[in-house]
């Protein structure tokens, strides 16, 4: 493990950014709500893999960084989000007062108040601007995950990641079954993030036949088991499943990292391509670099897009619900971008050293 301790695993970077435009993707299908029927609200539902992926990646990156104290390590992560969703927050809480002013006149103490729920970070924010606080619920949960990482990399390669992977999964299958939806959150996405720190063992075999026999197993078995609940009456929509992720959506999110893992060699080498060019390279740099800008400045870009589609392609049927969704992703792919580039810089504030300097 030490020693691809420094290394920068160019896979990660695009399989991240090609995360990020997968969340663009998805939101414009269910923001733009271009298809609501219950064939298609079932169909997109299984397009729902991004945030195991994310939380996948989070564990394998961590697992090659640099060993840190404990205290240091979280001090530098939650910084590493805190600022920027900080900066976000502001320009955030600036235009909900403003908005609620001008529909209300000005009101002291409720403006306190929203201003009040957007600096902490616990998906409860206050705003009367629309998919503002969508995307939120992420923050807290990541947070939350960051405090388990470091025993989490200690326990990899250890006899006792048995006993880690038990409890995550144990914490997860109580947390379901009584409901507790932060709960279910966090053991959920912890199992992915340690399931990520495994990446650097199998990095090199991604493209073997075993592994590729394994994966392929993995989603098969899955799909089955997917059956097998649909036919019995159990709900398959993902998006249900999702909010909290209950045993359904961990059966689906299996089967869905399965295939992702097969074509991981693939989008590699698109996105490698990609890289390379003028145009594109900038704009998918801005998704695998400034992924946590981008993340939290969507919304303003949705806000723009989903206006704009409605003026501009004000016609319904399954043929226009195409090209509005076509419409929806190119322009806030490009707004993503530019608000990556515009606001980026949130990510590279460094936070005041824990160390005491030495004379």
């Known amino acids: 493990m030490n020693s691809v301790a420094t290394e920068r695993d160019r896979t990660l970077d695009r399989m991240r950014g090609f995360a990020m435009l997968w969340v663009v993707f998805v939101h414009v299908l269910y923001w733009g709500a271009f298809y609501t029927s219950p064939f298609t609200d079932i169909l997109k539902s299984f397009l729902l893999f991004e945030m195991p992926l994310f939380f996948f990646i989070t564990g394998a990156t961590n697992s090659m960084s640099r060993d840190t104290g404990y205290f240091s390590f979280v001090y530098k992560r939650f910084a590493r989000v805190l600022i920027p969703y900080w900066v976000f927050a502001a320009i955030c809480a600036v235009l909900s007062v403003g908005k609620y002013t001008l529909e209300n006149g000005f009101d002291p103490l409720k403006s306190v108040l929203i201003t009040g729920s957007w600096l902490v970070p616990i998906d409860r924010q206050f705003s009367n601007i629309t998919y503002l606080t969508w995307a939120l619920w992420f923050v807290p949960v990541y947070l939350c995950i960051v405090l388990l990482i470091p025993l989490m990399k200690k326990l990899v390669g250890k006899p006792l990641q048995f006993?880690?992977?038990?409890t995550l999964l144990g914490v997860f299958v109580i947390s379901d079954v009584l409901n507790l939806g932060f709960v279910q959150k966090i053991s959920f996405y912890a199992l992915w993030t340690f399931a990520g720190m495994y990446y650097p063992l199998i990095r090199?075999?991604?493209?073997?036949a075993k592994t590729r026999v394994i994966l392929g197993a993995v989603a098969v078995l899955g799909a089955g088991v997917l059956t097998l609940?649909?036919?019995?009456?159990v709900s398959l929509d993902m998006q249900y499943n999702k909010f909290p992720p209950n045993m359904?959506?961990?059966?689906?999110?299996?089967?869905?990292?399965?295939?992702v893992g097969l074509l991981t060699p693939v989008l590699d080498s698109f996105f490698g391509k990609i890289e390379k060019t003028k145009f594109l390279g900038k704009i998918f740099e801005q998704f695998s670099v400034r992924s946590m800008t981008v993340f939290l400045y969507q919304v303003f870009a949705f806000n723009i897009t989903l206006r704009a589609v409605a003026v501009l392609i004000p016609f319904s049927s399954p043929l226009w619900a195409v090209v509005k969704v076509i419409f929806c992703l190119v322009t806030t792919v490009l707004l993503c971008a530019l608000l990556g580039v515009a606001f980026g810089w949130a990510e590279k504030i460094q936070p005041p050293s824990l160390e005491r300097k030495h004379k």
């Open 248 to 259: 359904v959506f961990l059966v689906y999110s299996c089967t869905a990292m399965g295939v």
């Open 204 to 208: 090199e075999k991604l493209t073997s």
């Open 163 to 166: 006993v880690m992977f038990g």
């Open 229 to 233: 609940l649909g036919l019995s009456g």
